[in-house]
């Protein structure tokens, strides 16, 4: 039923930019916190930035003064604006959706991912 679909990765050189979008479908969206993660080649997917329902955001040290995580709930969109994009930020990126607790719980969704490499 949830559906989350990333666009915008692609091939650019180091330092450039892109901006990733992640269409959500199936879900009410402005309740729930949002993030992305990446993975690349032989590590671990790990976290590159959260934002909360209420539009507070966290990053990763790596990323921290490059990336900006923001929403738009009327189209219910999550956006990352990728900015001097460097070699070691390649990877495949992923939306994730946050679950829930409580009486009514949700689990956690996740997109099928956008390839981005920084490359020349």
């Known amino acids: 039923q949830v559906q989350l679909v990333e666009s915008g990765g692609g091939l650019v050189q180091p330092g450039g930019s892109l901006r990733l979008s992640c269409a959500a479908s199936g879900s009410i969206f402005s309740v729930y916190g949002m993030g992305w993660y990446r993975q690349a080649p032989g590590k671990q997917r790990e976290l590159v930035a959260r934002i909360t329902s209420a539009s507070n955001t966290i990053y990763a040290d790596s990323v921290k003064g490059r990336f900006t995580i923001s929403r738009d709930n009327a189209r219910k969109t999550l956006y990352l604006q990728m900015n001097s994009l460097k070699p070691e930020d390649t990877a495949v990126y992923y939306c994730?959706?946050?679950?829930?607790?409580?009486?009514?719980?949700?689990?956690?969704?996740w997109g099928q991912g956008t390839q981005v490499t920084v490359s020349s």
């Open positions: 994730k959706q946050e679950g829930t607790t409580g009486y009514l719980r949700q689990p956690d969704y």
